[in-house]
């Protein structure tokens, strides 16, 4: 059964940090990319970052570079995304879900999602 099992939300002034973490687990983890995605109250989900686990390959949303930070543990089977100055707007439920093949920010290319966490940043 493929799992994915999101940690690490919860609330942060502005300017601080939170470190998410996706465990992946029942399927062959080092051949897929893992997406994280948030979505803000009323609004669509987007795509954050993500980490091709094969090569390293990453991307991240504009609001986000040079802030957040995505890497894995590939013997954890983790993914973690590292959230540093943190924003009011980034305040949004969090979500990892998993694809074959490269980075993708597209919701729909993504099959398997984690259950979400709550970021809340307090200004």
């Known amino acids: 059964e493929v799992q994915l099992q999101v940690s690490g939300g919860g609330l942060a002034q502005a300017g601080g940090s939170l470190r998410l973490s996706c465990a992946a687990s029942?399927?062959?983890?080092?051949?897929?990319?893992i997406g994280w995605f948030r979505q803000a109250p009323g609004k669509e989900r987007e795509g954050v970052s993500c980490?091709?686990?094969?090569?390293?390959?990453?991307y991240y949303v504009d609001p986000v570079k040079g802030r957040f930070t995505i890497s894995s543990d590939n013997a954890k089977k983790i993914v973690y995304l590292q959230m540093n100055s943190l924003k009011p707007e980034d305040t949004a439920v969090y979500y990892c879900?998993?694809?074959?093949?490269?980075?993708?920010?597209?919701?729909?290319?993504?099959?398997?999602w984690g259950q979400g966490t709550l970021v809340t940043v307090s200004s």
């Open positions: 879900g998993r694809r074959l093949y490269g980075c993708s920010h597209y919701e729909v290319d993504f099959d398997s």
């Open positions: 029942g399927f062959p983890f080092d051949i897929f990319t």
């Open positions: 980490i091709s686990i094969s090569d390293g390959d990453t």
